[in-house]
C-alpha cells in the first residue's frame, strides 16, 4: 500500500514540475489552471500524512514553509559586483578601446541583455537541487531566502538534465522581477484590502523577498531572468552565450531579447533598438548590458573593486521632471565640505517626491547657471540623489537671483579653505570640531550600519550636540539617564531606552565599528574586507599601507586614509577611551570556528622565495590569523614549506627532510577556499 502511495508521491511530484514548467517558463501550458491545483492539493495531502514522501524540490514547497524569526546571513563564494555605468556611446566606445588595449586584441564579441531592473539574488544548486537562496546584500554578505525563493514558480527546484550532466555545484545568479500585468493586478487587490500600494514594481520584488513568512511571498507574481554564475564546479563555460544557453536547458529562465556574440558597431545599434523595445515589453528595464563573450578574456580583463572590467551597464535616461528651485542652501558634511543644495518645489518623478537635489559644488552652479527661483529639469535615476540637469532658460523673467557660496562656514563661521581637485574646486570648512562635521560624524557613529543605536535619531544629535553634551564619539557612552531625560522633547522613557540600546551596542563587531569612525574612503564593504584580514583592532591600528594595499578590493586612497586616521593621537585617544568606557570589540568575520576548522591551523609553516600575488609579511599575517606558526628556520618538525619563485636553497633542504612542498597556487587557493 505504503509503495503505491510513495509512487504516486513520486509521479505527481515529476509531472507537476513539468506542468510548472511548462506554464511559468515556457508559457506554454498542457493542462487548465484547476487540474494543476487539484493535483497539488492530492500531493500536499499525502505529503502531510507521509511527510518521508516529500523533499526539497518537491512543488509543495512552492507554497511556503513556516515564518521565520529572522533571515540567517550567508558569505557568497565570489562578490556579486555590480557594474559600471555607461550614458553615452562614447562611454561605450571607451569601455571597448579599455578592453581593446587590456587584452591586446581586435575584433571582440560582446553579448548584449537587458539590464533588469529587479532585485539580484543568487541560487546554490547542489548535484542539481535548489539548497540556499541568497539575496546581493553588500555583495560579500547576503541574507538567506530560501524559502521565499521556492515560491518563485519559474525557479526550477531542480535542474533539468535531458541535455546537459548535472554539475556538482551551480550558483547562478538572476534578477526577481515582477511583470507589469502582475504588478497592476497586486496593486488594485492591495488597494481592494486598504494596504498600501508599491510605488513600483522593484519595490515590490524586494518588499515580496524580504517577508519572514514565505506564505505571503508565495501570494506575490515574483517571477525571474538568470543571467550569470558564481562558483560552479563540474561544468565549464566558454562564453557568455553559451554559459546562458545551458542555464535555458537547466530549466531556467532567460531573457528572450540576447543577443550573443556581437560587434561593437552592432552593440551601438542594438541600444537603440533595445530603447524603442523598452515600452512593449511586460518588465522593467533600465539599460543594456554590454558583456565581453568570452570567458576566457571576462578572466583575463578581471575586476575592480566593485565592478568587473569586462562588462558595463548603457543606461537609459533616467526619469526627469520640472519644477522650481525655491532656494540653495548649504550643507556642512562630515568630513567639513560644503555642499549647495537646491530646495525645490516638491514634485513627482517616478512614485517618489523630490525636494531636493544635491548641486554638488559651486563651479557646477555656475556650469550651469543655476539661480535662485530657476525652472529646473531634475532627474531622479535609480537610488542616486536627485540632480539638476539643466534650468530652463525661457522661464527666466528678471526675478531670478544668483547664487553666492559663502565665505566663512555657515555653521560655525570659521574660514572656508578652497582647494582645487580634479576639475572642480571643493570649499571646505577648516575647523575640524565644526558643529556640523561633528554632527555628521556623530550620526554616522550610531547609525544602523555602525553602531546601531536604537532611537538615536538624527534630531537628537543635533540637540546633544546643541547642548555640549556629545563632543566625541566617546561622549556617546558617558551619556546619563537623567540628564537626557531633562532635554526638551525626550521625557523619562525615550531616555530610559536610549541609554539601554547605547549600552547593548557596547558589544560591537569589529567591521562596524572601523565603518562607525567614519574613516574617509572606508564604508562597509572595506571595513569588512579589512576585518576579514586582520585578528582585531589591535593589528589594524598597527598595520602599513602596504599590507592594507595586499587586501582584494583595498585600494590605495583607502589604505592611505586607514593608516592616516589610526597615527593621529586624538583619534586613538578617543578610541581608547571608548574601551574604557566598556566598548568591547569583536572580530565576527575570523571566528573561532574557521580557525578550527583549515589546513593551516597549528601548522609549522617556513616560507621561501618571492610570492607573486602578496608580500611576505602579509602571507604571514593571513597564515597567522588562520592559526598557523611561522618560523623562518626549516626543520623536521616543519609541515609545509611554502615556496615562491626562486625558493632557493630552503626548498632542496625541504625535499630532503620529507616536508610537504606547497606551491603559491596551491597556497593562494587553501587560502581562498578556507576564508
Ligand atoms: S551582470 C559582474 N546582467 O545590475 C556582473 N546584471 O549594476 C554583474 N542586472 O547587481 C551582473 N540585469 O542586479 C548583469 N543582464 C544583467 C543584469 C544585471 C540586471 C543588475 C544586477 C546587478 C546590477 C549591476
Redesign the pocket.
Known amino acids: 500500500m505504503n509503495e503505491q502511495i510513495k509512487k504516486e508521491a513520486l509521479k505527481l511530484q515529476k509531472e507537476l514540475t513539468e506542468h510548472s514548467y511548462n506554464y511559468h517558463v515556457l508559457d506554454d501550458p498542457e493542462i487548465s489552471d484547476i487540474e494543476y491545483d487539484m493535483m497539488l492539493k492530492k500531493l500536499i495531502e499525502i505529503e502531510e500524512e507521509f511527510p518521508e514522501y516529500s523533499c526539497p524540490d518537491s512543488p509543495t514547497k512552492r507554497v511556503g514553509a513556516p515564518p521565520l524569526d529572522s533571515f540567517n546571513q550567508a558569505d557568497h563564494s565570489i562578490p556579486?559586483?555590480?557594474?559600471d555605468n555607461a550614458f553615452n556611446e562614447n562611454d561605450i566606445l571607451n569601455f571597448h578601446k579599455r578592453v581593446v588595449k587590456n587584452l591586446n586584441r581586435e575584433n571582440i564579441l560582446y553579448t548584449i541583455?537587458?539590464?533588469?531592473d529587479?532585485v539580484?539574488i543568487e541560487l546554490k544548486y547542489e548535484n542539481g537541487i535548489l539548497l540556499q537562496a541568497v539575496t546581493?546584500g553588500d555583495g560579500i554578505t547576503g541574507e538567506v531566502i530560501t524559502d521565499n525563493i521556492r515560491t518563485i514558480r519559474s525557479v526550477p527546484l531542480k535542474l533539468n538534465e535531458n541535455k546537459i550532466k548535472i554539475p556538482s555545484l551551480l550558483e547562478v545568479?538572476g534578477?526577481v522581477i515582477i511583470k507589469h500585468p502582475d504588478f497592476k493586478r497586486l496593486n488594485k487587490t492591495r488597494l481592494e484590502n486598504k494596504q498600501n500600494i508599491f510605488a513600483n514594481p522593484r519595490n515590490a520584488a524586494a518588499g515580496s523577498l524580504r517577508q519572514l513568512d514565505s506564505k505571503i511571498t508565495s501570494t506575490r507574481p515574483l517571477d525571474i531572468f538568470v543571467?550569470?554564475t558564481g562558483l560552479v564546479n563540474g561544468i565549464s563555460f566558454q562564453t557568455q552565450a553559451q554559459m546562458l544557453q545551458n542555464l535555458k536547458s537547466f530549466g531556467f529562465p532567460v531573457?528572450t531579447n540576447i543577443k550573443p556574440g556581437v560587434n561593437i558597431t552592432q552593440v551601438l545599434k542594438s541600444y537603440k533598438e533595445l530603447e524603442n523595445l523598452r515600452s512593449t515589453l511586460a518588465y522593467e528595464i533600465d539599460g543594456m548590458?554590454v558583456?565581453v563573450d568570452d570567458i576566457s578574456f571576462q578572466k583575463q580583463l578581471g575586476e575592480k573593486i566593485k565592478?568587473?572590467r569586462w562588462?558595463i551597464?548603457w543606461k537609459f535616461p533616467a526619469m526627469e521632471k520640472t519644477t522650481i528651485i525655491d532656494d540653495i542652501i548649504v550643507q556642512v558634511g562630515r568630513t567639513g565640505v560644503l555642499t549647495p543644495v537646491a530646495v525645490l518645489k516638491p514634485v513627482n518623478i517616478a512614485g517618489v517626491m523630490v525636494s531636493r537635489a544635491t548641486l554638488h559644488n559651486e563651479d557646477e552652479i555656475k556650469r550651469k547657471d543655476i539661480r535662485i527661483g530657476d525652472k529646473a529639469l531634475v532627474i531622479r535615476a535609480g537610488d542616486v540623489i536627485p540632480k539638476i540637469v539643466k534650468i530652463i532658460k525661457s522661464h527666466r523673467d528678471g526675478t531670478q537671483t544668483s547664487f553666492q557660496m559663502p565665505l566663512k562656514c555657515p555653521v560655525c563661521n570659521s574660514n572656508i579653505e578652497k582647494t582645487k581637485l580634479d576639475k572642480s574646486s571643493i570649499n571646505k570648512c577648516v575647523n575640524a570640531s565644526c558643529q556640523a562635521q561633528l554632527k555628521e560624524r556623530l550620526k554616522h557613529f550610531v547609525s544602523k550600519k555602525a553602531f546601531d543605536i536604537d532611537g538615536f535619531g538624527k534630531k537628537i544629535v543635533d540637540q546633544l550636540v546643541d547642548e555640549n553634551m556629545l563632543k566625541s564619539f566617546a561622549d556617546v557612552f558617558l551619556l546619563e539617564k537623567e540628564k537626557l531625560a531633562d532635554l526638551e522633547r525626550m521625557g523619562q522613557k525615550s531616555a530610559d531606552n536610549l541609554i539601554k540600546s547605547m549600552k547593548k551596542s557596547k558589544n560591537v563587531a569589529l567591521q562596524r565599528f572601523i565603518y562607525a569612525l567614519g574613516v574617509d574612503h572606508t564604508g562597509e564593504n572595506a571595513a569588512k574586507l579589512i576585518s576579514k584580514t586582520y585578528l582585531n583592532l589591535n593589528d589594524v591600528m598597527k598595520t602599513t599601507i602596504e599590507d592594507l594595499e595586499e587586501i582584494h578590493g583595498i585600494g590605495s586612497e583607502t589604505a592611505q586614509a586607514v593608516c592616516n586616521f589610526f597615527s593621529l593621537q586624538e583619534n586613538t585617544t578617543i578610541i581608547n577611551q571608548m574601551i574604557e568606557l566598556g566598548v568591547v570589540i569583536t572580530n565576527t568575520q575570523i571566528s573561532e570556528i574557521k580557525i578550527s576548522d583549515n589546513p593551516f591551523k597549528n601548522k609549522r609553516i617556513v616560507l621561501t622565495g618571492t610570492l607573486q600575488s602578496m608580500t611576505r609579511s602579509f602571507a604571514k599575517k593571513q597564515l597567522e590569523n588562520f592559526g598557523a606558526k611561522i618560523t623562518s628556520a626549516l626543520s623536521s618538525k616543519t609541515d609545509f614549506l611554502i615556496t615562491g619563485e626562486n625558493p632557493g636553497s630552503k626548498l632542496e633542504k625541504a625535499q630532503n627532510l620529507g616536508v610537504d612542498i606547497m606551491d603559491e597556487t596551491i597556497f593562494i587557493e587553501l587560502l581562498e577556499n578556507h576564508k
Do not use: C, I
Not at 80 to 83: C, G, H, I
Not at 113 to 116: A, D, S, Y
Open positions: 556579486m559586483l555590480s557594474l541583455e537587458p539590464k533588469l529587479g539580484a546581493r545568479r534578477e543571467y550569470g531573457n548590458v558583456k565592478s568587473p562588462a551597464a
